[in-house]
């Protein structure tokens, strides 16, 4: 089955500490995605990568960090400076190229910090 | 990124009634996409539209992109309880790559 995985589905961390969410997908995709949904707020975008080795800050990109060193990887690490982490975080992926590029999103993980 | 506001916040609606959900932007939009988001779920690609004025249908639902490619609309005819869910649009988050600027979302509640 060809998708996206984000791993784990509920994730609860101390103040203070750096957590990293996972994203995995298998569906050969150049461009990933990284947002973070609140209630009443929408899907906000905090990181995304075109291809592997390069990404780019979106809206809300302080206090967090990505990297890309694979193409079927994008892992999010939530750092101590992100002064309100609780949240709901979605990942996806698209083609990155042609004009139709729907993006393809993976079940989330709602980080919960005490 | 570019601005997307859409309305109205939520809508609750009796089964069997209509329901239209309004995006606009105060800039030019190269595209707009639609998603749905079920509750406890993830957004599912719904539709992109890309040229102006250009209209879509699936099934019960009408996507409408306008002239000036700066609104959208979706229209669901004749709601029924499998089209709760909160319905999103989403514009080009910059004039390069693929990232989304989304609406805030329109939450529908449909009651048999």
């Known amino acids: 089955d060809g998708g996206i995985t984000q791993s784990p589905k509920y994730l609860f961390r101390k103040e203070g500490q750096n957590v990293t969410l996972s994203c995995e997908q298998n569906?050969?995709?150049?461009?990933m995605y990284w947002y973070r949904q609140d209630p009443g707020q929408g899907l906000r975008l905090i990181y995304y990568?075109?291809?592997?080795?390069?990404?780019q800050k979106g809206d809300i990109a302080e206090g967090y960090s990505v990297s890309r060193e694979k193409k079927e990887s994008f892992p999010l690490t939530v750092t101590s400076a992100q002064k309100n982490p609780t949240a709901f975080y979605l990942c996806?992926?698209?083609?990155?190229?042609?004009?139709?590029?729907?993006?393809?999103f993976g079940p989330g993980t709602r980080l919960t910090v005490l | 990124g570019q601005q997307v506001m859409q309305i109205p916040q939520y809508q609750h609606v009796q089964e069997g009634e209509d329901f239209t959900t309004y995006c606009n932007s105060s800039?030019?939009?190269?595209?707009i996409q639609w998603y749905k988001q079920r509750p406890g779920g993830h957004p599912v690609f719904l539709i992109q539209?890309?040229?102006?004025?250009e209209v879509k249908k699936q099934k019960r639902l009408t996507f409408q992109f306008g002239e000036a490619k700066k609104n959208s609309s979706l229209h669901i005819t004749a709601t029924q309880t499998t089209d709760v869910g909160t319905y999103f649009c989403?514009?080009?988050?910059?004039?390069?790559?693929?990232?989304?600027?989304f609406g805030k979302g329109t939450s529908l509640l449909v009651t048999p």
């Open positions: 996806a992926s698209s083609t990155g190229t042609g004009t139709y590029n729907e993006q393809f």
């Open positions: 569906l050969n995709h150049d461009a």
């Open positions: 990568s075109q291809i592997v080795n390069d990404f």
């Open positions: 800039t030019t939009l190269s595209n």
């Open positions: 539209l890309v040229k102006s004025g």
């Open positions: 989403a514009g080009p988050w910059s004039n390069s790559g693929y990232a989304l600027n």
